[in-house]
């Protein structure tokens, strides 16, 4: 789907994060499987990733973001009507997490769902967000994007171990009177769902051999990845009437440095203009995206007026973009 945004203006008012304390550098990991650090900072970028402790789960991380979030926006828990938390990895099947987090924050009124896209949840959640709060349905949403990947990485398998992390990222949607999202781009493709699936983790049945860890043929989801990562891009901006030239930051799902670099350079933005944090953080599925843009307004490259393009891919395989002329003063610090 692609809709330009039209009607009620409806922006981003509070953005949080939150990252578990305990990091694993790649050094580490080459002493879990025949690695390197050479190795994963050349084909990845990646120098460390953030690991949960074994007692934290999806709402711990999405509670400290969401926290966070309604500080920033200067609300309260019962002032949301919204909860969406985007993830793979939700505490459970059900409850939802969202539901857990709901009661948590103290958003009695919220109705409470969980979306999963995989790495692209977060553009999947805000954008149905932003439909819900423009249309009249809600006043006030919280969206939360974040993953414990780490909980289903088979921890023998190399060629994914050393790709991601955990963390989180939470935003609150609200209308505002000019400004805001511009439009989204959002696409799936099953056919090629096959290329990155945690089997045996729903009601299909797979060989009692088929253990219920994240399975990916990198090769193939990288050339998927660099193909939606422009054209996703380029269509956003074309139904919205803007062009590259037009955006001030841009803000690439976090999979892959290679892949940043690549979408970066077809598009045609310069350096400056790109944030990256996979270094630090790894690719964290769902929080990628948040967490890059606490990244980017901790820097202060957030302001008021400045014209953000989000680009998120992954599992599904799905992919979605956003636009959104940037209306918040943020306060956060660099995530
Ligand atoms: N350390 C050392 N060697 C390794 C490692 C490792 N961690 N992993 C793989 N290798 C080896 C392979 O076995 C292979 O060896 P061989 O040539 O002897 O067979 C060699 O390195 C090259 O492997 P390739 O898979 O060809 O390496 P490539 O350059 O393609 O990089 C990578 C692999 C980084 C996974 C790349 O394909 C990629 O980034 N893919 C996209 C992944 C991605 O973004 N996934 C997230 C999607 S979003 C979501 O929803 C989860």
Redesign the pocket.
């Known amino acids: 789907m692609i809709a330009r945004a039209n009607g009620n203006h409806v922006s981003i008012t509070g953005l949080g994060w939150h990252v578990p304390e305990r990091v694993l550098t790649n050094d580490e990991l080459a002493g879990i ?4 650090d050479e ?2 900072r050349d ?2 970028g990646i120098r460390q990733r953030r690991i949960a402790a074994p007692e934290e789960a999806m709402s711990d991380l999405s509670l400290a973001a969401s926290r966070r979030a309604l500080e920033d926006a200067g609300v309260r828990g019962e002032d949301i009507d919204l909860v969406i938390v985007a993830t793979v990895t939700p505490d459970m099947m059900f409850p939802a997490t969202a539901a857990l987090v709901a009661e948590q924050i103290g958003a009695t009124r919220a109705a409470a769902y969980d979306l999963s896209a ?3 949840g977060f553009m999947y959640a805000i954008a149905q967000a932003y439909g819900m709060v423009a249309g009249g349905l809600v006043q006030r949403a919280l969206v939360v994007g974040g993953d414990i990947l780490s909980r289903i990485l088979n921890w023998s398998d ?2 994914t ?4 992390g955990d963390g989180a990222g939470a935003v609150v949607l609200e209308r505002v009177d000019e400004g805001g999202f511009l439009g989204f781009e959002l696409g799936a493709d099953g056919a090629g769902g096959r290329e ?1 699936l945690l089997p045996s983790s729903g009601s299909r049945k797979f060989e009692d051999s088929v253990p219920p860890y ?1 399975t ?1 043929n ?2 193939e ?2 050339k998927f ?1 660099t193909r939606v990562m422009v054209s996703s891009a380029e269509a956003v901006l074309e139904e919205c009437g803007r062009t590259v030239e037009d955006v001030d930051v841009y803000v690439p ?1 976090q ?2 440095v ?2 940043i670099d690549h979408a970066a350079r077809k598009l045609g933005f310069p350096d400056e203009k790109v944030v990256v944090n996979v270094d630090r953080y790894g ?1 964290t ?1 769902s929080g990628s995206i948040p967490l890059a843009l606490a990244d980017a307004a901790g820097d202060g490259r957030l302001q008021p007026g400045k014209l953000v393009l989000m680009t998120g ?3 599904g395989l799905t992919w979605g973009s956003a636009l959104i002329e940037w209306t918040h003063e943020t306060n956060g610090a660099t995530a």
């Open positions: 499987v025949d690695t390197s190795w994963i084909r990845t995989g790495c692209t190399r060629s171990l050393v790709l991601f990155l994240l990916m990198g090769r989801v990288f990845a799902h999979a892959n290679r892949i690719n599925s891919m992954g599992a």
